[in-house]
């Protein structure tokens, strides 16, 4: 094994000593740079390749999104659609006695005042297996009920024929039609049934 020995004087020593701790400080500092340097290389050739993929994704997948924000815009169409006919399937509901008194008021003076009516009631009916025109006995149907009294049966007639006249009944019976029990003469009572 050698032994160096170093007869340089003291200040001479702490000059070789300061450059080799200065030559190592920079070597250092420049691996260190060089490798940040590398490594910031690496990541923004990383950056730049998802960017191009998120581009190309985009381009790719831009269809998709237009078919989504038109199917968002159909929904939102079907749904004022549905509103409206909810509307009005209400007002027509609401509104249903309208076209029955107007076509009661008509089939009234087609009989030339010569009925009148003391009670309408619309309701539904079980339907009897067997009557002319009868459905099925579990078939529930609308049904206008007319009771009134009447100058004479001519009269009911010409009324039940103003109402099948209307048109907005499907059939119209005469259920009954008799002498009318507080009057004299021609007078009679009767009942009538419209169903739709």
């Not at 581009?55 to 079907?78: D, K, M, S, V």
């Not at 048109?167 to 019976?173: K, L, M, P, R, T």
Request: aromatic fraction near 6%; charged fraction near 20%.
């Amino acid at each position: 094994m050698k032994r160096v020995l170093n007869l340089a004087p003291a200040s001479i020593r702490r000059r070789q000593t300061l450059r080799r701790l200065s030559y190592a400080v920079s070597t250092a500092v420049t691996i260190a740079g060089i490798t940040g340097a590398t490594w910031l290389l690496i990541e923004w050739g990383r950056g730049a390749a998802m960017a191009q993929n998120l581009g190309r994704l985009e381009a790719e997948y831009a269809p998709l999104a237009r078919l989504i924000n038109e199917q968002t815009h159909l929904r939102e169409q079907i749904a004022k659609l549905q509103a409206r006919e909810q509307l009005s399937l209400r007002l027509t509901t609401a509104h249903a006695g309208v076209p029955i008194l107007s076509s009661v008021a008509q089939a009234a003076a087609a009989a030339d005042g010569g009925v009148y009516v003391e009670d309408l009631r619309y309701q539904t009916q079980r339907a009897q297996p067997g009557r002319r025109g009868g459905r099925p006995a579990a078939t529930q149907r609308p049904v206008v009920h007319i009771e009134g009294a009447s100058r004479d049966g001519l009269a009911v007639a010409r009324f039940a024929e103003g109402l099948r006249d209307s048109g907005i009944y499907a059939q119209v019976s005469i259920e009954s039609s008799r002498p009318a029990s507080s009057a004299s003469g021609a007078a009679r009572e009767f009942e009538i049934n419209c169903a739709f």
